[in-house]
Structures are given as structure tokens and as C-alpha cells.
């Protein structure tokens, strides 16, 4: 089946710092990328939606300038939390779907536990 | 806006039982899927079952099965013959029509599977 990996799994990082969390489509070609937040005993938020090549499209609610999103690749989708604080602190979760012919499933990552220190 | 409502935070099922999680969902499309989510504690998002809309048909995979009943805009999943690696959260979640679209999950229920 098709896989997608998130690196960092965790990350520790002090208030003010900013954190990088890429998202990795191994085996297939991913056109669009999604990512989540997760508090803990919560539900997913999609906190975005991002397309290869093109901008990504946040929720309502989202600061775009604090969580920047890039999708260079059909393979790579990073998400940047800049100038990170305590309540940054979150279980962040992407998924990807596939460019073609892969149907119409999401495919998930195992996500990344953000703590701001 | 879709809105997906699980209104059981927590079930609890004895193994080898059968479980039924419930969930609504609130639309005006009449293109869109439906899925159930399980996520167990290492929190990896595992898809269980997946229903189309447009299918009169209950989903079902193995011991998982749906019951979709569109005019009630219900999509229960039912578990059967439980096994301990059952436990976990499971979502509920929609999604309008084309697959780039995204998905709206529900709240989730904690279902605990007793030995």
C-alpha cells in the first residue's frame, strides 16, 4: 500500500525558535497533501491544503504566516511553524493523495509531536 | 459547512462481542463519501471502511461492517466477533465528492475491548 512518512516523529524546541516538519509521499506521486492537528483526546483539524506547485489553502482560523506550508515536489510537503510557543504544542498529522489512477483514498503519516518549550 | 457527529465519547465491548459506533452527518451534497477511521494508541490513522453515497449497498470489510442510511444521513459501523487489537479511537468522516477533497471527521469514540 502506499506510504507516507513525517519527520521529525518528535521535536522539542524552545518558545521563539521555529520547527520544520516534512511529509514524504515514498511510493507514489502525491498532487495533494493535507495536514492535521491534533490535540490530545481531540478530533483532526485540517489545518491546510496544499496542491504541488501552487499555494497552500488554509482553514479559517489558520495563520498562514505562522504555519507556512510548501509543497516543492509531488513527493515533499513541509510545514514550518515559525516563531513556535507552548500552545503550538500539538500531535501535527499530513496525509497525501495519490496524482493518478490511485483512487480516492487520503494516505496518512504517522505524524509528529511537537512540544514548545 | 458539513458537520460530523459522534455522539458516543467512549464505548466499552467484551471480546469476541459485537460493537456498534455511531456517527451523523450533516450535508446538502449529493456527491460524497463516507469513511471510519480507527487510530490506535501509536495514533497512525488506519482506514477501516469506506462508503460511496451513491452505492445503496452496505460496506463491508471482514469482521467491519457499515450501516448507511442516507435519508437519515447515518453511517454507524458495527464491529464484530471484537478482538483486543480493536481498541482504539475511531473517526468518523466525510468528504464531498472528488477525491482532492478534504475530509470533516467527527469527534471520535474510545472503544475499549475487555478479555
Known amino acids: 500500500g502506499a506510504v507516507v512518512s513525517q519527520h521529525p516523529s518528535w521535536v522539542i524546541c524552545k518558545s521563539g525558535t521555529s520547527v520544520k516538519i516534512e511529509c514524504r509521499s515514498l511510493?507514489?506521486?502525491?498532487?495533494?497533501m493535507f495536514w492535521y492537528r491534533q490535540f490530545p483526546k481531540q478530533s483532526l483539524m485540517l489545518m491546510a491544503t496544499?496542491?504541488?506547485?501552487?499555494?497552500?489553502?488554509?482553514e479559517q482560523g489558520v495563520e498562514k504566516d505562522k504555519f507556512l506550508i510548501n509543497h516543492a515536489s509531488l513527493t515533499l510537503s513541509t510545514l514550518t511553524v515559525t516563531s513556535a510557543h507552548p500552545e503550538d504544542s500539538s500531535f501535527y498529522i499530513c496525509?497525501?493523495?495519490?496524482?493518478?489512477?490511485?483512487?480516492?483514498?487520503?494516505?496518512f503519516g504517522p505524524g509528529t509531536r511537537l512540544t514548545v518549550l | 459547512a458539513q458537520t460530523v457527529t459522534q455522539s458516543q465519547p467512549e464505548m466499552s465491548v467484551q471480546e469476541a462481542e459485537t460493537v456498534t459506533l455511531s456517527c451523523t452527518y450533516d450535508t446538502s451534497e449529493s456527491d460524497y463519501y463516507l469513511f471510519w477511521y480507527k487510530q490506535p494508541p501509536s495514533r497512525q490513522m488506519i482506514l477501516v471502511i469506506r462508503?460511496?453515497?451513491?452505492?445503496?449497498q452496505n460496506a463491508t470489510e471482514n469482521r467491519f461492517s457499515v450501516n448507511f442510511q442516507k435519508a437519515a444521513k447515518s453511517f454507524s459501523l458495527k464491529i464484530s466477533d471484537s478482538q483486543l487489537g480493536d481498541a482504539a479511537m475511531y473517526f468518523c468522516?466525510?468528504?464531498?465528492?472528488?477525491?482532492?477533497?478534504?475530509?470533516?471527521f467527527g469527534g471520535g469514540t474510545r472503544v475499549l475491548v475487555k478479555p
Open positions: 496525509s497525501a493523495r495519490e496524482a493518478s489512477g490511485g483512487g480516492n483514498e487520503q494516505f
Open positions: 468522516a466525510y468528504r464531498r465528492g472528488a477525491a482532492g477533497n478534504k475530509l470533516t
Open positions: 511510493d507514489f506521486q502525491a498532487t495533494t
Open positions: 462508503q460511496e453515497a451513491y452505492k445503496q
Open positions: 496544499s496542491n504541488e506547485g501552487s499555494k497552500a489553502t488554509y
